[in-house]
T-cell receptor
Framework: AQTVTQSQPEMSVQEAETVTLSCTYD???????LFWYKQPPSRQMILVIR??????QNATENRFSVNFQKAAKSFSLKISDSQLGDTAMYFC??????????????FGKGTKLSVKP | DVKVTQSSRYLVKRTGEKVFLECVQD?????MFWYRQDPGLGLRLIYF???????EKGDIPEGYSVSREKKERFSLILESASTNQTSMYLC???????????FGPGTRLTVT
């Protein structure tokens, strides 16, 4: 069974600095997808970034980028120029690309990020 | 913008009551999901549906059932609520299985 591990339950960063959130996963699959979701306090969960396992190039979305290391099964999220609005719970998630339960997300336990002024 | 709405933000029910949580999406999505979110455990999939009247169990279906009679609506049912079902419940939907899931605001259910 696939598992997703986020080893940092809580982190903090100063406004305008850079922070990296860690995520590792365990799978024997070769075709899968990885996601980072953000859940601001009392607000809806939204997608931050998505990565296909078959793509070697790391995904980027504005200030958000990932470091995808397939062999190491690592998928970290880097937030550059942190803003107060980045304060949220961040979840790493894994999705199988084929076979049973394809399309189902498996979430890590989350990292609570606080951006301090 | 995709909108996923849930019938209640907060709900308090008594042990043994039958509880209905409703979810509606307005983007004609094929797929809908129910998750449970608990501190320190992340999100866990309860049930999902890839078509009207079709449902499949997720990782923690025990004590829950679902109904999808119309494409836009996916209901989660607690047949006899218990205190260990006190949690935040999140609904999500998407059109393509391998792309972004859009989440509702969540229902915080307390069973006393």
């Amino acid at each position: 069974a696939q598992t997703v591990t986020q080893s940092q339950p809580e982190m903090s960063v100063q406004e305008a600095e850079t922070v990296t959130l860690s995520c590792t996963y365990d799978t024997s699959e070769n075709n899968y997808y990885l996601f980072w979701y953000k859940q601001p306090p009392s607000r809806q969960m939204i997608l931050v970034i998505r990565q296909e396992a078959y793509k070697q190039q790391n995904a980027t979305e504005n200030r958000f980028s990932v470091n995808f290391q397939k062999a190491a099964k690592s998928f970290s999220l880097k937030i550059s120029d942190s803003q107060l609005g980045d304060t949220a719970m961040y979840f790493c998630a894994f999705m199988r690309g084929y076979g049973g339960s394809q399309g189902n997300l498996i979430f890590g336990k989350g990292t609570k990020l606080s951006v301090k002024p | 913008d995709v909108k996923v709405t849930q019938s209640s933000r907060y709900l308090v029910k008594r042990t043994g009551e039958k509880v209905f949580l409703e979810c509606v999406q307005d983007m004609d999505h094929e797929n809908m999901f129910w998750y449970r979110q608990d501190p320190g455990l992340g999100l866990r999939l309860i049930y999902f549906s890839y078509d009207v009247k079709m449902k499949e169990k997720g990782d923690i279906p025990e004590g829950y059932s679902v109904s999808r009679e119309k494409k836009e609506r996916f209901s989660l049912i607690l047949e006899s609520a218990s205190t260990n079902q006190t949690s935040m419940y999140l609904c999500a939907s998407n059109q393509d299985r391998f792309y972004e899931q859009y989440f509702g605001p969540g229902t915080r259910l307390t069973v006393t």
